[in-house]
């Protein structure tokens, strides 16, 4: 019908589809969704693109398939969700990267299926610069964690927007979470940050 009513014999189209107006919450809304469609000449999207003309490195998510985790998450009583790959390897969450304390070992993620969030950056090097000299972790290790692995932590945490928030259950069960010391620390390293 788009193509019909710009009266063309071609077109290229680029489709958006929100949670819904209003603020920029992750969370899918009642009756709130919207869809928008751009209808172009054929090409005109390729000539134009950011891409095109600026050869940066651009950080892109798919923002539906974030907000349908982060509300079924919700649903179940959790917070934004945390995505694992067909191999059973936790990737990150909605809107956060996700971090394990196992034993006394800081582990991210390699940043080669997820975004290098730039809160999970700093993290890393305050860590490895802070906490690992002080013999508060041991070591720091960028790998993937399976989620039975991951159910044996001490602390897992989610990464993202300046904010560090400690993982309490995964999949129902209880994390050890010991006293919470390494988030605390992390925490308070990123409200410094952010003064």
Known sequence: QMKEASKTQEADFKIWITAGVGDFSIYLRKNQAQLYVLCTTPGYLKEHSPEKKQQTM??????????????ISRHKGG???IEVDS????LEAAIAN??????KTFILPPFTKTLPGTTAIA????VENE???KG????????FLKVEEAK???EILLLGGNACVPVLYLDGQAICNNDGSITRLVQSFLIKEGE
């Open 98 to 103: 996700v971090a394990f304390i196992y034993g």
């Open 87 to 90: 191999k059973g390897n936790i």
């Open 58 to 71: 651009m950080k892109t998510t798919n923002y539906m398939k974030n907000s349908i985790m982060a509300t």
């Open 79 to 81: 917070y934004l969700g």
């Open 136 to 143: 508060i972790v041991d070591s720091v290790e960028r790998r």
């Open 131 to 133: 906490l690992v000299p």
């Open 152 to 154: 044996d932590c001490q």
């Open 123 to 126: 993290v890393l090097r305050f």
